[in-house]
């Protein structure tokens, strides 16, 4: 089995290596793309068909929540987890509202928070 084919879109480069490295470190996941922009978020999304994407909710241009719109609409969308350094009581809303499964604040993520996610969205 291939696991959870992930993508993680965050323009600081260093919290994709972080956000890749907590991947790989939960059973039945695999980082498949890494990207800066919501751009080309959308663009390696339609390549590489990730069943998950790791969002950063501020990118320069279009924001996480324009990019998790768009790729809600897709044939084949994939569930969308929201990550940021703001409140989880402030930002919960808004991502029901984007079509995103959960928001996350990046303090917050690690494989357990990640490995919760993926089983609520993806129970039968």
């Known amino acids: 089995m291939a696991g959870v084919r992930v993508l ?6 260093l919290f994709r290596r ?5 991947v790989d470190a ?3 996941f695999v980082v498949t793309g890494s990207v800066a922009t ?25 924001d996480g929540i324009e990019a998790t719109r768009r790729l809600r609409c897709s044939a084949r969308p994939p569930v969308v987890i929201l990550l940021s350094t703001d409140d989880e009581d402030d930002f919960g809303a808004r991502a029901q509202e984007c079509g995103a499964a959960a ?3 990046k303090s917050a993520f690690g494989t ?10 993806s129970a039968p």
Not at 8 to 13: G, L
Not at 112 to 121: G, K, N
């Open 26 to 28: 939960t059973d039945g």
């Open 38 to 62: 919501a751009e080309d978020s959308l663009t390696a999304a339609a390549s590489i068909r990730p069943d998950l994407v790791l969002m950063d909710v501020n990118l320069p241009g279009m």
């Open 8 to 13: 993680v879109v965050d323009d600081h480069e």
């Open 112 to 121: 357990e928070r990640l490995a919760a996610i993926w089983a609520s969205v």
């Open 103 to 105: 928001y996350v604040a």
């Open 18 to 22: 972080a956000a890749a490295a907590v």
